[in-house]
């Protein structure tokens, strides 16, 4: 079982499928990757040498990714809290931050609806 990262790579999936299980690495920088490292992106992981394990993780350590990247948005959600931008303001209230509409949706930032007593008069 291929380590990145401290990240346990899915066996039985391809190799560019299975480096988006490290936080940061979607399927274009996946196969950037597999390219530059020379691995062949339809080769199973569970099929993978030592020698290309090793690339992988020399080509990996070039990008910002896991916990690196993590502080970085964590620290830049703070910064915007701190400035009282608008996207700041929208992640103290718990509210979407991108536009979109709170009237209807907005369930998974918004939380479901509170209850509020004797509103029926």
Do not use: F
């Not at 299975?18 to 690495?25: C, M, R, S």
């Not at 993978?48 to 070039?62: G, M, P, S, Y």
């Not at 948005?73 to 979407?96: A, D, F, T």
Request: aromatic share 2%; glycine share 8%.
């Amino acid at each position: 079982m291929a380590r990145i990262k401290n990240i346990e790579l899915p066996n039985d999936k391809h190799t560019c499928i299975g480096l988006t299980a490290i936080y940061g690495i979607g399927r274009n920088l996946a196969k950037t990757i597999c390219q530059d490292a020379g691995v062949e992106p339809s080769k199973k992981i569970k099929d993978l040498t030592e020698d290309e394990i090793a690339k992988l993780r020399k080509e990996v350590d070039k990008y910002s990714v896991e916990g690196d990247l993590r502080r970085e948005v964590q620290m830049s959600i703070k910064n915007k809290m701190e400035i009282n931008c608008y996207e700041g303001i929208r992640h103290k209230k718990g509210l979407p931050v991108r536009g979109q509409r709170t009237n209807r949706n907005a369930h998974t930032r918004k939380g479901r609806g509170k209850v509020v007593a004797n509103k029926k008069k």
